[in-house]
């Protein structure tokens, strides 16, 4: 099972980016899947995370109004829109599955609840 993360880069304050998520070796469209992200000496925080049906989703206070995820199980990925971007968004962003609650409806918010993570992709906002 591999969870695969593309679309980061550099990019200006105020700028748009859309991180990509594609799933192999089992589907995961009955699963949240939720994005985090890490910044150099910090710790891992919550941006957002979707249901398995994609009607309800959360995000993180820090990108809320800003970021939008949404997914396509039919290709298996989830997507994160980023839009009004700030150099405080600057991290490597991580794409995760959770592969032991299928059909729940409110996404978990938690790292610990997700049992696949992808590779991650960096993230990079210049002022």
């Known amino acids: 099972v591999q969870l695969q993360a593309s679309g980061g880069g550099l990019m200006q304050s105020g700028g748009s980016l859309r991180l990509s998520c594609a799933a192999s070796?089992?589907?995961?469209?009955?699963?949240?899947m939720g994005w985090f992200r890490q910044a150099p000496g910090k710790e891992r925080e919550f941006v957002a995370a979707?249901?398995?049906?994609?009607?309800?989703?959360v995000s993180g206070d820090s990108v809320k109004g800003r970021f939008t995820i949404s997914r396509d199980n039919a290709k298996n990925t989830v997507y994160l829109q980023m839009n009004s971007l700030k150099p405080e968004d600057t991290a490597v962003y991580y794409c995760?599955?959770?592969?032991?609650?299928?059909?729940?409806?409110?996404?978990?918010?938690?790292?610990?609840?997700?049992?696949?993570w992808g590779q991650g992709t960096q993230v990079t906002v210049s002022s």
């Open positions: 979707i249901n398995w049906s994609g009607s309800r989703t």
């Open positions: 070796g089992r589907t995961f469209s009955n699963n949240v």
């Open positions: 995760a599955a959770d592969s032991a609650h299928p059909f729940l409806y409110i996404p978990t918010t938690i790292a610990s609840g997700y049992s696949y």
